[in-house]
C-alpha cells in the first residue's frame, strides 16, 4: 500500500498541477479552446510550466545544496517557508503579467485562485503543516466545477473523477503518515474556495 501511496503522490504532485489543469482546460471542447490560438495555448502551457514547476523545482534543489532546507520534499514546516514564499511571488507576478495577454476572463480567474491558494498555504505553514498535494487536487476539482458552470459544460464526469482522485491522493498522503486527516481535509478546503470563489464571482 505504500508503494502505491507512493506513486500516487508523485503522480499528482503538487507542482505540476497548474500546467495538468491548464492542459485540462484547453483541452475541453469549450469557448476557450475555440478561441485561444493554438500557438497561444502552447505558449501560455509552456509559461505556466517554466514558471510554476520548473524554477521552483530549481530553486528548492538551490536551496537543499545550500543546506537551507533538509529535503526536497519539504517535510516539515521549516523547509516550507522559504520555497512558499518564493513561489507566492512567482504565482502572483505570473498572474499580474497575464493581465496583459488577452485571454478568456476565466484563466485569469484560475490562475488569480491559484496564487490565492498558494499565498493561503503559506499562512497556514506558520502553524501547520497543510498538505500542499490536497491544495493542488482541491483547485484541479474547483477549475473543473467552475468551468463547467461558466460555460454550462456536460462534464460532470470530470468533477466526479477530480474528487475521486482528490480522496485517492488524500489517502495516500494518509497512509505514507505525511499529514494527518485534519491538515488533509483543509488542504482541499483551501484550494477548492481558493479557486472556485474568483471563478464564480468573476474576479481576475
Not at 510550466?49 to 520534499?73: C, D, E, H, K, Y
Not at 503518515?177 to 472556485?196: A, D, M, P
Amino acid at each position: 500500500m505504500r508503494a502505491i501511496a507512493q506513486v500516487l503522490s508523485y503522480i499528482f504532485h503538487p507542482i505540476f498541477l497548474p500546467t495538468v489543469g491548464l492542459i485540462f482546460v484547453f483541452g475541453l471542447n469549450s469557448y476557450i479552446s475555440q478561441t485561444t490560438p493554438f500557438a497561444k495555448q502552447v505558449f501560455i502551457v509552456a509559461w505556466i510550466f517554466v514558471n510554476t514547476a520548473l524554477i521552483p523545482l530549481v530553486f528548492t534543489l538551490f536551496l537543499r545544496w545550500r543546506g537551507m532546507v533538509t529535503s526536497i520534499q519539504l517535510h516539515s514546516r521549516e523547509d516550507r517557508l522559504i520555497p512558499f514564499t518564493f513561489a507566492l511571488l512567482f504565482y502572483f507576478t505570473n498572474y499580474w503579467l497575464m493581465q496583459d495577454i488577452a485571454l478568456p476572463m476565466l484563466i485569469h480567474s484560475i490562475f488569480l485562485g491559484s496564487s490565492i491558494a498558494v499565498g493561503m498555504a503559506l499562512v497556514f505553514t506558520f502553524f501547520t503543516k497543510i498538505s500542499i498535494h490536497m491544495i493542488g487536487m482541491g483547485g484541479i476539482t474547483a477549475s473543473l466545477f467552475g468551468l463547467s458552470q461558466v460555460y454550462q459544460l456536460p462534464i460532470i464526469w470530470l468533477v466526479i473523477a477530480g474528487i475521486l482522485a482528490s480522496g485517492a491522493v488524500g489517502s495516500a498522503r494518509y497512509i505514507l503518515e505525511s499529514h494527518n486527516l485534519r491538515q488533509i481535509y483543509l488542504g482541499w478546503i483551501t484550494g477548492f474556495c481558493s479557486v472556485y470563489l474568483p471563478l464564480h464571482f468573476g474576479w481576475g
